[in-house]
């Protein structure tokens, strides 16, 4: 196992090292570039001329290159021309808010989503499995941000059984740890911070969480029907091995492989789609400033996200790599 983690750390190298590449070219390419979000589209030449030396983008484009590779590794990502605060500042203030959106999301998806699938399967043709793949096709149409209002609309402004935004109700004295509101709470003891937390996050979660439960439901039931009509399943069950054996140790164990590369997909997904989530709520995450970012053509904000996306896409790839290995052990003999 150690082995196959030191592999996969040395993969990532090559594919963080072209992603610097592509975000160096792509700024070069945007219109106006990094000078003009700086000084406005009103600027003189000399200001301009005096910006790009102060960017260093007077400089040969390899020289340019390395100072960029610098910044990355050591987490230099410069000021935010929109707040003026440091990038690294901004992303680390907002950051926990949407890692716990998101982990929320998906964590709701795969409790409820794996076994209402597996079960969809078992009993093909019956209501359940019916209302399964109804639900599943009904949670890919709906759009995020239309179910997002809906929830907002009947449970927290008509029947107030939620809050309609925030994160924390005004007035509760919560002390801040590690910026996940809810574990802030328990490592705290304060019970009644860590319980409104997690009543505010009920239905942001509700939320983003349906269009990633609709593809576990029918990736697990697709997967489990799959593996049934497998000749090892048909065996296992003439030898009178038990059925909780049977569903465990050969269909489900089996049936998960492909459903967790979709869960590390989906994953990686609503860290990054949670923008219209977030405004909805009032959520004060990265999604929101990123909004604000993308209209003041905020270019060191813009180019800290999508190394952020991609790096939590590469990360999130190698842990399904790990799960598969747990799962399936001829991953780790290949």
């Known amino acids: 196992m150690l082995r196959l983690i030191v592999r996969r750390l040395?993969?990532?190298?090559?594919?963080?090292?072209?992603?610097?590449?592509l975000l160096f070219v792509w700024l070069r390419q945007l219109p106006g570039g990094p000078v003009t979000a700086r000084l406005g589209e009103r600027a003189?030449?000399?200001?301009?001329?005096?910006?790009?030396?102060?960017?260093?983008?007077?400089?040969p484009l390899w020289e340019q290159y390395g100072i960029?590779?610098?910044?990355?590794?050591?987490?230099?990502?410069?000021?935010?021309?929109?707040?003026?605060r440091p990038v690294w500042d901004e992303f680390t203030q907002r950051f926990p808010a949407t890692v716990e959106l998101g982990l929320s999301a998906i964590l709701l998806a795969v409790v409820a989503g794996i076994p209402l699938g597996y079960f969809a399967a078992r009993r093909r043709g019956s209501w359940l499995d019916a209302g399964a793949v109804s639900g599943s096709l009904l949670g890919i149409c709906v759009p995020v941000f239309f179910l997002a209002f809906i929830l907002k609309e009947i449970f927290a402004v008509t029947l107030g059984w939620f809050p309609s935004s925030g994160r924390l109700t005004t007035?509760?004295?919560?002390?801040?740890?590690?910026?996940?509101a809810v574990l802030d709470g328990l490592l705290t003891?304060?019970?009644?911070?860590?319980?409104?937390?997690?009543?505010?996050?009920?239905?942001?979660?509700v939320a983003l969480s349906s269009i990633p439960l609709a593809v576990i439901v029918r990736m697990t039931r697709a997967s489990v029907l799959e593996v049934l009509q497998e000749d090892y399943v048909r065996t296992a069950e003439s030898k009178?091995?038990?059925?909780?054996?049977?569903?465990?140790?050969?269909?489900?164990?089996?049936?998960?492989?492909?459903?967790?590369?979709?869960?590390?997909?989906?994953?990686?997904?609503?860290?990054?789609?949670?923008?219209?989530?977030?405004?909805?709520?009032?959520?004060?995450?990265?999604?929101s400033f990123i909004r604000d970012a993308i209209d003041a053509r905020d270019y060191p904000v813009?180019?800290?996200?999508?190394?952020?996306?991609?790096?939590?896409?590469?990360?999130?790839?190698?842990?399904?790599?790990?799960?598969?290995?747990?799962?399936?052990?001829?991953?780790?003999v290949h």
């Open 302 to 332: 813009l180019t800290s996200f999508i190394l952020f996306i991609a790096l939590a896409y590469v990360l999130i790839n190698m842990l399904v790599d790990l799960t598969y290995s747990l799962i399936d052990p001829r991953v780790r």
């Open 240 to 287: 009178g091995l038990h059925r909780a054996t049977v569903r465990g140790r050969h269909v489900l164990r089996n049936a998960l492989l492909p459903v967790i590369t979709a869960i590390g997909l989906l994953t990686g997904s609503l860290l990054s789609g949670a923008v219209l989530t977030e405004t909805v709520f009032a959520w004060n995450g990265i999604g």
């Open 10 to 21: 040395l993969q990532l190298v090559p594919t963080l090292f072209g992603l610097s590449v």
């Open 44 to 59: 003189t030449e000399a200001d301009r001329i005096q910006m790009e030396r102060l960017l260093g983008l007077d400089k």
């Open 189 to 205: 003891r304060e019970w009644d911070a860590s319980a409104d937390a997690l009543w505010h996050l009920v239905l942001p979660a």
């Open 68 to 84: 960029f590779l610098r910044d990355l590794i050591t987490l230099d990502f410069g000021d935010s021309t929109r707040t003026g």
């Open 171 to 180: 007035g509760i004295d919560a002390t801040e740890v590690t910026g996940f």
